[in-house]
């Protein structure tokens, strides 16, 4: 059995999962707009993978589930400090290998209209720390592109890859034979758990949850919030 553990990065969560005697890491933490102290959050990544036994030795692969900065922000020195690979989808490695700030931003539409008159007043300062973040962030390419049905047991995590569109082009889910859903930005529970408050293409993110409400889910594991059960969502 695969151990998934939450690391909480304020306000934006890796998952590291451990597979027998090695380790595969789901996303990799970075800063967010509305963050009151620029961080990319590093540091504290690395001291909870230190504290949780995981080394350049058996970190057998790094996982994104979409190309945001605040998911994909240490992916390339992840990769360089533990002699990794890193693994996406193909949809969003425009966001990761030439990334601009038109693109970055296309994923701040809201569906409600509290949160798109939030944006528009913060917007001059969102777009600022956007700005700041792409000149930061360390470009890459990934090593393995993960296609919907990918399957991960070959790095010994039984479970496949769900390709989601609709946060991002590139979104995927990561689904355990347990019923375990690594959800990304498809879904958030900073409040009640929901399909994502802000998406670049929102008809598209409704077909992605459909689709996943046919499948067997138990938990869902979302890239910010505390993990919740499926059915609080269908």
């Keep these: 059995m695969s151990e998934i553990s939450r690391i909480d990065l304020n306000g934006v969560n890796s998952y590291l999962v451990k597979c027998m ?17 620029f961080t990319n959050r590093r540091e504290l990544l690395l001291k909870e993978l230190e504290a949780a036994g995981c080394t350049k030795n058996n970190l057998s692969l790094i996982v994104l589930t979409h190309g945001d900065n605040d998911h994909s922000c240490n992916a390339a020195y992840l990769r360089e400090h533990f002699k990794t690979k890193i693994a996406m989808n193909d949809g969003d490695r425009e966001l990761v290998e030439n990334p601009t700030l038109e693109k970055w931003m296309e994923s701040y539409q809201y569906d409600s209209l509290e949160l798109q008159q939030m944006f528009l007043q913060y917007k001059d300062f969102i777009t600022k720390v956007t700005c700041r973040m792409l000149d930061e962030f360390e470009r890459f390419s990934p090593d393995v592109l993960l296609e919907d049905g990918f399957d991960l ?15 991002t082009k590139g979104s995927i ?9 690594i959800a990304g930005d498809t879904f958030a529970s900073t409040g009640k758990p929901s399909p994502s408050p802000n998406a670049g293409d929102f008809p598209q993110l409704a077909d992605s949850i459909n689709r996943l409400r046919n499948l067997t889910i138990e938990t869902v594991y979302p890239g910010h919030g505390s993990p919740f059960s499926f059915t609080e969502i269908i």
């Design 153 to 167: 047991s070959p790095y010994g995590f039984d479970a496949e890859v769900i390709h989601v569109p609709g946060h």
């Design 21 to 37: 005697n090695n380790f595969i890491l789901f996303d990799t933490g970075g800063h967010t707009a509305m963050d009151q102290q």
């Design 173 to 181: 889910a990561i689904l355990t034979k347990s019923g375990d859903l």
